[in-house]
């Protein structure tokens, strides 16, 4: 009796994938030409970068919603999947609708928490980078990240606890990625295109000149990122 081997060529995995969230404002219209403005300050910010469209609290018809991601790709923004969207703008013709464990808005998570103390998530091990990291490339770890070198102009860091750098900042640097507002980031050398905690962030221009070349501490309170010179 013949005996049939199963074929194992095409195989299905489960895999976590840096994306990063971008969630519209009403009036649209005037959240695209923010976001013109941040575009024009860090130009190929999402060049290669998978997106996600967190559109809870946006009432958009199936027009409007493709208008917006045909809008965010003529920037560059390719939109991989869409949260917190009305069940009735499935279709083939948009991005797929996904779900996500944090589901709430930003209002109800700001709201949440002025009422009850923030605590830390329980984090995986920290991770230790003794080189650089160079243009071009993006690191992230989902825990604490120590980096024993500097992060070049064009490279990109991000960890979803906090991170610390013992050379020169040039690059972006994006700690609490996941939700953590008490996150903080520590460098030897200030010269960051981008600083962000949980969201929210400094460009270039909007840091101190004071700070420019100098060892810093940056951490959230509440809800502004705070930049301050260690000595």
């Not at 200030?190 to 949980?198: G, P, Q, R, S, T």
């Amino acid at each position: 009796m013949a005996t049939t081997q199963q074929s194992r060529s095409f195989q299905l995995h489960g895999r976590t994938f840096l994306a990063f969230v971008l969630k519209p404002e009403m009036p649209i219209g005037k959240w695209i030409a923010e976001a013109d403005g941040w575009l024009a300050r860090s130009p190929g910010f999402f060049d290669g970068k998978p997106v996600v469209l967190d559109v809870s609290g946006l009432l958009l018809t199936k027009a409007k919603a493709a208008t917006l991601v045909e809008d965010l790709a003529a920037r560059g923004i390719r939109v991989m999947g869409m949260l917190g969207a009305d069940p009735a703008l499935s279709d083939a013709t948009l991005p797929p609708l996904l779900v996500s464990e944090r589901t709430e808005s930003d209002l109800s998570r700001d709201k949440a928490k002025t009422q009850t103390p923030w605590r830390a998530p329980a984090l995986p091990g920290s991770r230790l980078i003794d080189s650089h990291v160079r243009s071009g490339q993006t690191l992230f770890h989902d825990g604490d990240l120590t980096i024993i070198g500097s992060v070049s102009s064009g490279a990109e860091v991000v960890a979803t606890g906090s991170i610390h750098i013992y050379g020169a900042l040039r690059g972006r640097v994006m700690a609490g990625a996941d939700g953590n507002p008490g996150a903080h980031i520590f460098c030897r050398r200030m010269a960051a295109e981008l600083v962000a905690i949980d969201g929210y962030y400094r460009m270039a221009d909007e840091i101190a000149a004071s700070l420019i070349e100098k060892p810093v501490h940056a951490w959230l309170e509440d809800g502004d990122l705070n930049i301050k010179a260690l000595d």
